[in-house]
C-alpha cells in the first residue's frame, strides 16, 4: 500500500502501469486507433437531420408561402429573407461566444445547448408557417418568426457541428463521420421537401393560371392553411425525435480541468487570428460565392417553374429529383474526395453550371430533369467539401499557434456566420430584383421582365459566383494536413484546453 506512492520496485511499477492509460482513454474504448464505431457516427449523422428538414422545407417552398399564399410584396419578402439570414448569421459570433464561456454538465460542454434549443425551435418553425389572421402585419410575423428560427437554428447547429472535432484525433475519421452527417443531412433535405411538398401540394392543386388574369385570384381555402399546418408540425416533430437518437448514441468524453496555461486568447482575439489565417480566408470566401449561388439556385427553382416554364406540374418530381441525386452521389463525392483529394475534387461543384444556363436557354420537361439530376451531384459537393476541408484548416491553424487551444468553436461559427452572411446577400437582392421586374404576390401569369430575371436568376447568377469561388479555392493556399501522431496530440490538446475564455 505504502510503496503506491512511491513506486521504488520494479512489481510495485508494474500495477501503475495502466495510470496513464487511466488518463487517455477519453475519446473511447478503441481511440488507441482513433476508430469510431458505426452506432456513434450514424447516431451523430441523425442529429443533422432535423435542421435540413427545416432548411428544405424553408429554401424550396418559403418564397412560394410567402408571394402566393400569403400574399406579401415581394420587397416585404425580400425583407423577411434578409432578416431571418442576418439574424442567424449575427447568432453564429454570438453562440460561439457563450458556448466557449459555457461550463461543462453532466451532458457535455456542447450537448446541453443543442437540447435547451430543441423545444423552442420546434415552436419557432411551426409559427413560420402559421396563417395570421390579420393581412396588414404580416410581414412583420413572418420576419419575427424567421430570425427566431434561424437564431435558434444557429445556436443548434454550432455546437452541433463542433462535435466533429472532438470525436476523434483521426482526421480520416473525422472525414468519414463528416460524410455520415452529410448523408444523413441530405437524407434530412429529401425528406423536407417530400414531406412538406407532398402535404402542401393539394393546397395548389385548384389554382388554374390560365384563367386567371386578377392580381389576387383565389382566396385561401382553410383546408390550405390546414395542410400548411399539418405540413409544419411533422417538420417540427423531427427535432425531438432526431435529438433524442443524437443524445443516446453520442457521448461528450470527461475533459480534465483546464490548467491556466492552457487557456486560449479571448473570444474577439480568437476571432481576429482565424480571420487572418491564409487557408481559412481561401475557404470562406471561395465557399461565400459557391454557397450563394447553391442558395439562389434553389430558392428560385419553383418560382422558374411556375412563373418562367411550363413545368408547374413538375416542381415536386424536378426538387425529389434533385435531392435524390445527391443523396446517392455523396458517398461517390467521399471516395473521390479520399482518391483525387479534396482540392481536386472541387471541380465537381461546377459539373452543374453547363446545365443551369442549358435550362435558362431551353426550358423543358427533359431538359429539366437532366439539369436536377446533374445539380443534385454538384449541391452534395459543396455541402461535403467545406466541412471536410475546415477540420484540415483547425489543424494547419493550431500547428502553426501552439499556444491557442480550443478555437474549433471561433472557425465553426465563423465560417457559418459567413456563409449566412452571404445567402442573405444574395436572397435579399435577387429578391428586390423581381420587385423591380414588377412581380405581384398571387398573379400566375408574371409580366415577361419577371419571366426574364427569374432565367438570370437561375442560370447566369449561379454560373458566374460558381466558377469564381472554385478559382478562389484553386490558387488560394493549401492547409497542411499533419501527421496521425500530431493529429493525436492536437485532439487530447483539444480535450484538455477545450475554452477560449
Not at 113 to 123: A, D, E, N, Q, Y
Not at 234 to 261: D, F, H, N
Request: with cysteine; hydrophobic share 45%.
Amino acid at each position: 500500500m505504502s510503496a503506491s506512492p512511491g513506486g521504488t520496485s520494479a512489481s510495485a511499477a508494474e500495477p501503475l502501469s495502466p495510470r496513464p492509460a487511466a488518463h487517455t482513454p477519453e475519446p473511447a474504448p478503441d481511440s488507441r486507433t482513433g476508430r469510431l464505431s458505426f452506432c456513434t457516427k450514424v447516431c451523430y449523422g441523425i442529429g443533422g437531420i432535423p435542421n435540413q428538414v427545416a432548411s428544405s422545407a424553408i429554401a424550396f417552398y418559403l418564397q412560394l408561402f410567402l408571394l402566393d399564399v400569403a400574399r406579401i410584396p415581394a420587397a416585404q419578402v425580400s425583407l423577411v429573407l434578409f432578416g431571418g439570414k442576418v439574424s442567424g448569421a449575427a447568432a453564429d459570433p454570438v453562440a460561439g461566444f457563450f458556448i466557449n464561456r459555457s461550463r461543462r454538465t453532466e451532458s457535455g460542454r456542447l450537448m446541453p445547448w443543442v437540447l435547451g434549443c430543441t423545444p423552442f425551435i420546434s415552436l419557432a418553425y411551426f409559427f413560420l408557417w402559421f396563417l395570421p389572421p390579420f393581412t396588414n402585419l404580416r410581414g412583420l410575423w413572418y420576419m419575427t418568426f424567421y430570425c427566431l428560427f434561424q437564431a435558434l437554428a444557429t445556436f443548434f447547429q454550432v455546437p452541433y457541428t463542433a462535435l466533429t472535432m472532438l470525436l476523434t484525433p483521426s482526421p480520416k475519421e473525422r472525414d468519414s463521420a463528416t460524410a455520415y452527417r452529410i448523408t444523413m443531412e441530405m437524407a434530412g433535405t429529401l425528406m423536407g421537401a417530400a414531406v412538406h411538398g407532398l402535404i402542401v401540394s393539394r393546397a395548389h392543386a385548384s389554382h388554374e393560371c390560365e384563367d386567371i388574369a386578377l392580381p389576387d385570384p383565389v382566396a385561401i381555402t382553410p383546408e390550405a392553411t390546414r395542410l400548411y399546418y399539418t405540413a409544419a408540425a411533422v417538420v417540427a416533430a423531427t427535432y425531438p425525435v432526431c435529438v433524442g437518437l443524437l443524445r443516446l448514441g453520442v457521448t461528450e468524453k470527461p475533459e480534465p480541468s483546464t490548467p491556466a496555461s492552457s487557456q486560449g486568447p479571448g473570444f474577439l482575439a480568437g476571432l481576429g487570428l482565424t480571420v487572418r489565417h491564409p487557408p481559412y480566408l481561401t475557404l470562406v470566401i471561395s465557399f461565400l460565392l459557391i454557397s450563394a449561388a447553391i442558395q439562389v439556385e434553389q430558392s428560385y427553382l419553383v418560382l422558374f417553374c411556375a412563373h418562367a416554364s411550363q413545368l408547374r406540374d413538375h416542381v415536386q418530381s424536378l426538387v425529389l429529383t434533385i435531392l435524390i441525386s445527391a443523396v446517392l452521389s455523396t458517398p461517390l463525392w467521399e471516395w473521390v474526395l479520399q482518391r483525387f483529394g479534396k482540392r481536386m475534387s472541387a471541380f465537381g461543384i461546377c459539373v452543374m453550371v453547363p446545365f443551369v444556363i442549358l435550362l435558362a436557354v431551353v426550358p423543358t420537361a427533359p431538359v429539366a430533369y437532366v439539369v436536377a439530376s446533374v445539380s443534385g451531384l454538384s449541391i452534395a459537393m459543396s455541402l461535403l467539401l467545406p466541412w471536410s476541408m475546415l477540420p484540415d484548416v483547425v489543424d494547419d491553424f493550431q500547428l502553426q499557434h501552439p499556444h491557442s487551444p480550443g478555437m474549433e468553436t471561433i472557425f465553426y461559427s465563423s465560417y457559418v456566420f459567413f456563409n449566412k452572411l452571404s445567402g442573405a446577400a444574395a436572397l435579399g437582392i435577387s429578391m428586390l430584383s423581381l420587385e423591380f421586374a414588377g412581380y405581384t404576390a398571387g398573379v400566375c401569369k408574371q409580366a415577361e421582365q419577371v419571366v426574364v430575371t427569374l432565367k438570370v436568376l437561375i442560370g447566369a447568377v449561379p454560373t458566374c459566383m460558381i466558377l469564381t469561388g472554385v478559382c478562389i479555392l484553386m490558387v488560394g493556399p493549401t492547409p497542411k494536413v499533419p501527421s496521425p501522431d500530431t493529429s493525436r496530440r492536437l485532439s487530447i490538446r483539444r480535450r484538455t484546453s477545450y475554452s477560449v475564455a
